[in-house]
């Protein structure tokens, strides 16, 4: 089983930045592909941005791209969304992910998640 715990997020004004954090507790970390999502009120989970078990590999929504950055360590089985000039529309309970096999921008095929953490973006 893995348990993953996002930290990070908070209210922050349009413009702003923000870094979340994702802890996994699986020792085997870094074979898992990483995914963040969000779901913003009365939405469907949407992808945000995803790594690849080496971290080698990465991709992203349009609607962040060129804002967001994802990123891992895999010594320390934590993986990171730094998220950059922050939009009200970016305000969402951002989740992660983790999915045992190549990375995916596809919500079904994540098998872990984590519990979420909210971030707000104030306009």
């Known amino acids: 089983q893995v348990r993953l715990v996002e930290s990070g997020g908070g209210l922050v004004q349009a413009g702003g930045s923000l870094r979340l954090s994702c802890a996994a507790s699986?020792?085997?970390?870094?074979?898992?592909?990483m995914g963040w999502f969000r779901q913003a009120p009365g939405k469907e989970r949407e992808f945000v941005a995803a790594?690849?078990?080496?971290?080698?590999?990465?991709y992203y929504a349009d609607s962040v791209k060129g804002r967001f950055a994802i990123s891992r360590d895999n010594a320390k089985n934590t993986v990171y969304l730094q998220m950059n000039s922050l939009k009200p529309e970016d305000t969402a309970v951002y989740y992660c992910?983790?999915?045992?096999?190549?990375?995916?921008?596809?919500?079904?095929?994540?098998?872990?998640w984590g519990q979420g953490t909210q971030v707000t973006v104030s306009s």
């Open positions: 790594i690849s078990w080496g971290g080698i590999s990465s």
């Open positions: 699986a020792r085997t970390f870094s074979t898992y592909a």
């Open positions: 992910g983790a999915h045992n096999g190549r990375l995916s921008t596809l919500i079904n095929e994540y098998e872990h």
